[in-house]
T-cell receptor
Framework: ETGVTQTPRHLVMGMTNKKSLKCEQH?????MYWYKQSAKKPLELMFV???????ENNSVPSRFSPECPNSSHLFLHLHTLQPEDSALYLC????????????FGPGTRLTVL | GENVGLHLPTLSVQEGDNSIINCAYS??????FIWYKQESGKGPQFIID?????DKRQGQRVTVLLNKTVKHLSLQIAATQPGDSAVYFC??????????FGKGTMLLVSP
């Protein structure tokens, strides 16, 4: 276990549904990340939060809405998604400062029907 | 643009052999590199990292080599085991607190 947990592990939703992905880190880190992993493509960075402030939004459509209520929790709110949004969504955390190493959760496998 | 890429998409080896997975990078300003292992159904797992002031770093059964002259990174796994079968990613730091990942190499270990 890496100390980063994600729920749910699997999610199937229709295009009109609203759902949320949750990430929690137990490492005392102060930076958290959302990534999208699609088949045969490199990991795509979506959002970066540092000390609960969003420091990067990598041109992600507004149907994805992140929330970071504190340094241990990160959410990704989903609304009116498209079938092409089906992917593995990974959360990662980093200690902060000069440390570059990111530690990943197990991911949420999302299927949009 | 700048990118991180892998030479071989799939590497098949026999149990007990040594494995070498390669990675090319193009951003000469990158000063930190990391290897991850991703097993089926799991998130990427940290294996080993290296900073640009080093050219070699060893872990348990793994060694990372960095050649800054040709912008090349490799991961060597000694005495490869079936449990090593996974996709391996290299990544480089690419800006404020971010990493850029390669596509990955699938390592298949036969008993």
């Amino acid at each position: 276990e890496t100390g980063v947990t994600q729920t749910p592990r699997h999610l199937v939703m229709g295009m009109t549904n609203k759902k949320s992905l949750k990430c929690e880190q137990h490492l005392g880190h102060n930076a958290m990340y959302w990534y999208k992993q699609s088949a045969k493509k490199p990991l795509e960075l979506m959002f970066v939060y540092s000390l609960e402030e969003r420091v990067e939004n990598n041109s992600v459509p507004s149907r994805f809405s992140p929330e970071c209520p504190n340094s241990s929790h990160l959410f990704l709110h989903l609304h009116t998604l498209q079938p092409e949004d089906s992917a593995l969504y990974l959360c990662a955390s980093r200690a902060g400062g000069e440390t570059d190493t990111q530690y990943f959760g197990p991911g949420t496998r999302l299927t949009v029907l | 643009g700048e990118n991180v890429g892998l030479h071989l998409p799939t590497l098949s080896v026999q149990e007990g052999d040594n494995s070498i997975i390669n990675c090319a990078y193009s951003n000469s300003a990158s000063d930190y590199f990391i290897w991850y292992k991703q097993e089926s159904g799991k998130g990427p797992q940290f294996i080993i990292d290296i900073r640009s002031n080093m050219d070699k770093r060893q872990g348990q059964r793994v060694t990372v080599l960095l050649n800054k002259t040709v912008k090349h990174l490799s991961l060597q796994i000694a005495a490869t085991q079936p449990g090593d079968s996974a996709v391996y990613f290299c990544a480089e730091n690419s800006g404020y607190s971010t990493l850029t990942f390669g596509k990955g190499t699938m390592l298949l270990v036969s008993p």
